[in-house]
């Protein structure tokens, strides 16, 4: 049997823009997509901090800091917002209990403050 768990999250991320008008998707500062081992066009699901709202997006590379929402999701957040990006994974339950996600916490300036990568 397989079960989801997390593989990767940007803890408190904060929100530099939305562009209602861009196809869809979430911009990420480039070097934060490799540091939490997203893939770009990989599912994420976005937790607002601030409204409570939950949706799902997928990734595309964005520029030194950049937490952008682009498409319907620029509606459900605002610039300044702090954000919970996370992404799972379909692990084998007999390897489950040795998974370690990545877990990066962001500073206001979506710097790396903190990791756990299980390693």
Do not use: W
Not at 45 to 57: I, K
């Amino acid at each position: 049997m397989q079960i989801a768990m997390l593989k990767s999250k940007l803890h408190r991320a904060t929100v530099t823009g939305s562009d209602l008008n861009y196809e869809g998707s979430i911009s990420i500062d480039t070097e934060l997509i490799d540091a939490a081992r997203f893939r770009v066009n990989e599912k994420v699901d976005v937790y607002n901090c601030n409204t409570g709202a939950r949706f799902s997006t997928y990734v595309i590379p964005g520029t030194r800091g950049q937490i952008c929402l682009n498409g319907a999701a620029a509606r459900l957040v605002q610039s300044g917002d702090q954000v919970i990006i996370v992404s799972y994974a379909l692990v084998d339950e007999s390897e489950a209990d040795g998974h370690r996600p990545v877990v990066l916490i962001l500073d206001p300036e979506n710097r790396i403050k903190d990791r756990t990568d299980g390693h």
